[in-house]
């Protein structure tokens, strides 16, 4: 439901001790040392104790060296270096913040005093102190670096971009800047690009973090199918054998293994989000009239996590719940984003806020429940719940498994999507709900008007397949099954929605290699409003899901517009909610277990009108009240649930 898992590499250059066992570096900005021999001795046998992991030792050389020359900036930075590897900031920030005034022309120092800064959450100041080490020396990779990564935490990506693609020009081989220049990339839908910059990394550093995974997900956006099968097999094997093989959202697009995502979390996780070594919350018991519930997205606003959850917001009952939003993402100034705003006792955009900062205003409003609904989706920022702001910590909604980080207390879900012998596989605790566990857009309207089928670029004739998901959910052996259902049918065409040209030209010659005419093939142009988007289903005969990463809310959409959809259910969760959604709609003989039966079903159903229209007839007259079609019964059972846990607590 979040989108695309589109974040930087999310490493920084550290910062290395000075590499000599002989002299400090010199720098043409520094004033000649006019220290004693003897003196000289000290600073380079700290620098040899530092290099040599004693760090302790060299510590007390440092401080000894400065006490006759604080102004010395390799032992100022040496010193800093030794501040920051155990951990304290502020000591290294104050002996900074002195040593960049008295020494203002050696570009480490202000690196060092950057790096501290960014480190304490003073994004502005470090930004000018990486500026600073920048001017002084151009070509200073690491500070490029580190200030790329500090400018895309501040949502400044086209100036990161740049950062990074400064340091390639004088290492074009630097992996850090290759990794982080081709994730911007993907945020600016450079695909083609990321993917050059990805085949680079590989080339040159092939175990690089994640790169094997980020390139299989980035060629799957453009339906570029190359080395597919190699490639997914190479990806898997190293998620079982626990390397950082790839990133936990990309590998449900290639695998439908619940116990190989549980692998695939628990590695990320451990490595990206780790648990802090003291929890904000120490085990207090909050005394409230109401439970104060807080829900942290970057989606509160025109986005399918925004339109599941604001008819749920709105109908909290407001009794029981103070209700908090934690915005991580941007005001679009959308109708649904003012319907949101107004539905909570207090709203906090907290998107220039670091995550220590929200984190600690989540246990200063004392939180009861704090419900996460991004996981490791677009813009999520998993070390808020690091920090155990809260007593109850919940994974909900737009990141479909679990997170694999020890600190999520529970995950909401139901008896389709979760069944009881794959709990095993989540490190949540599972909760289920009565129903589906995907809330009802509500509010969400579809346009009286149905276009023709002219008007869509669609045959008048003909049986009209539709999958209006991502490119990255169409893996070859599902395409294969799509074009045997067109050679199947005489004179039926799919129905897609690419991003962009070069997915529809690759999607077109696959279907060409397949023998189909790629005139067959249409693609949909997008819509500025969703209410004429939604009307368009109307037109469609029978949607075909896509496997193993299932149609989510866009299999809910299809449905609210009364347009059946076959599914192939798999053995983890994102291959289990189309399934779980027709379930709740009462259609589960719609739901399929293997790619002979799905092929089967919508070839029957293709050559069925009458059995079609049943299925469309079933789903007009669909209970009045029913939880999948309405929030208000929908939030029954979420507010038994979210009571029942902050009684657990």
Same mark, same amino acid.
């Given at each position: 439901i979040g989108g695309g898992d589109r974040c930087d590499d999310g490493r920084i250059a550290s910062l290395p001790p000075i590499m000599s066992s002989s002299a400090p570096p010199t720098s043409t900005a520094i004033p000649a040392a006019a220290e004693a021999p003897v003196d000289r001795t000290v600073l380079i046998q700290a620098i040899d104790l530092q290099n040599?992991? @004693? /760090?302790? @030792?060299? !510590?007390?050389? %440092?401080? +000894? #060296?400065l006490q006759r020359h604080p102004d010395d900036p390799v032992a100022l930075y040496s010193l800093a270096v030794v501040l $920051? @590897? +155990? *951990? =304290?900031?502020?000591?290294a920030v104050? $002996?900074? =913040?002195?040593?960049? +005034?008295r020494v203002t022309g050696f570009a480490p $120092?202000? %690196? /060092?005093? /950057?790096?501290? $800064? @960014? *480190?304490?959450?003073? +994004?502005? !100041? /470090?930004?000018q102190s990486y500026q600073r080490a920048i001017d002084l020396q151009p070509d200073y990779a690491e500070a490029l670096i580190n200030s790329g990564v500090l400018l895309r935490e501040m949502h400044r990506h086209g100036e990161a971009l740049l950062r990074f693609q400064r340091v390639l020009e004088v290492r074009p081989d630097d992996p850090m800047a290759l990794s982080n220049s081709a994730t911007l990339l993907t945020e600016f839908r450079r695909s083609a690009e990321a993917i050059a910059m990805l085949e680079r990394l590989l080339a040159c550093q092939p175990d690089y973090d994640y790169a094997a995974g980020m390139l299989c997900y980035e060629r799957l956006h453009l339906c570029d199918w190359r080395d597919f099968d190699a490639l997914s097999a190479q990806v898997i094997a190293g998620v079982r054998a626990g390397r950082r093989a790839c990133k936990s959202l990309p590998l449900m697009a290639i695998s439908d293994s619940a116990a190989d995502q549980q692998r695939c979390a628990r590695t990320f996780s451990a490595q990206r989000y780790p648990k802090a070594a003291q929890s904000l919350w120490r085990g207090e018991r909050y005394r409230h009239d109401r439970i104060r519930l807080a829900y942290v997205s970057p989606d509160l606003r025109e986005h399918p996590v925004g339109h599941l959850m604001a008819g749920i917001f709105e109908q909290h009952d407001r009794s029981r719940f103070e209700l908090v939003a934690v915005s991580l993402g941007p =005001?679009?100034?959308?109708?649904l984003r003012e319907r949101m705003v107004r539905s909570f006792d207090h709203f906090i955009d907290a998107r220039t806020m670091t995550s220590p900062q929200i984190a600690a205003r989540l246990r200063e409003l004392e939180i009861d429940v704090a419900v996460d609904l991004a996981g490791y989706t677009a813009d999520s920022r998993n070390e808020i719940f690091g920090l155990r702001p809260a007593p109850v910590q919940v994974n909900y909604l737009g990141y479909p498994g679990t997170l694999g980080n020890g600190y999520m207390d529970y995950i909401l879900a139901d008896r389709h999507v979760i069944p009881p012998e794959q709990v095993r596989c989540y490190d949540e605790q599972v909760v289920y709900l009565p129903d589906a566990y995907l809330p009802p857009a509500s509010g969400l309207q579809i346009a009286e008007r149905t276009p023709t089928r002219a008007e869509c670029g669609l045959p008048e004739d003909g049986v009209v397949f539709c999958s209006f998901n991502h490119d990255y959910k169409i893996l070859p052996p599902l395409f294969a099954l799509w074009m045997r259902l067109l050679a199947a049918v005489p004179g039926s065409v799919l129905w897609l929605m690419s991003r962009n040209e070069i997915s529809q030209r690759n999607l077109r010659a696959s279907a060409a290699a397949h023998g189909i005419d790629p005139a067959r093939l249409v693609f949909a142009q997008r819509l500025p409003r969703v209410e004429d988007h939604l009307a368009r289903y109307r037109v469609a005969d029978l949607f075909l899901d896509t496997h193993p990463y299932n149609a989510h809310s866009t299999a809910a959409d299809a449905l609210l517009a009364g347009l059946p959809v076959v599914t192939c259910s798999g053995q983890a969760f994102p291959s289990r909610v189309a399934g779980s959604l027709l379930h709740a709609a009462g259609l589960p003989e719609l739901v399929?277990?293997? %790619?002979?039966? #799905?092929e089967a079903l919508a070839l029957a159903l293709a050559h069925d009108p009458a059995r079609r229209a049943a299925l469309r007839q079933r789903l007009a007259e669909r209970p009045p009240r029913h939880p999948f079609f309405h929030a208000r019964a929908f939030r029954r059972p979420l507010r038994t649930a979210l009571t029942a846990l902050w009684r657990q607590a």
């Open positions: 040599r992991g @004693q /760090a302790v @030792q060299a !510590e007390q050389l %440092f401080l +000894r #060296y $920051l @590897q +155990r *951990g =304290d900031g502020g000591g104050a $002996l900074l =913040d002195s040593g960049v +005034r $120092l202000w %690196f /060092a005093h /950057a790096t501290a $800064l @960014q *480190g304490a959450g003073r +994004r502005d !100041e /470090a930004l =005001d679009d100034g959308s109708r399929t277990t293997s %790619f002979a039966d #799905y």
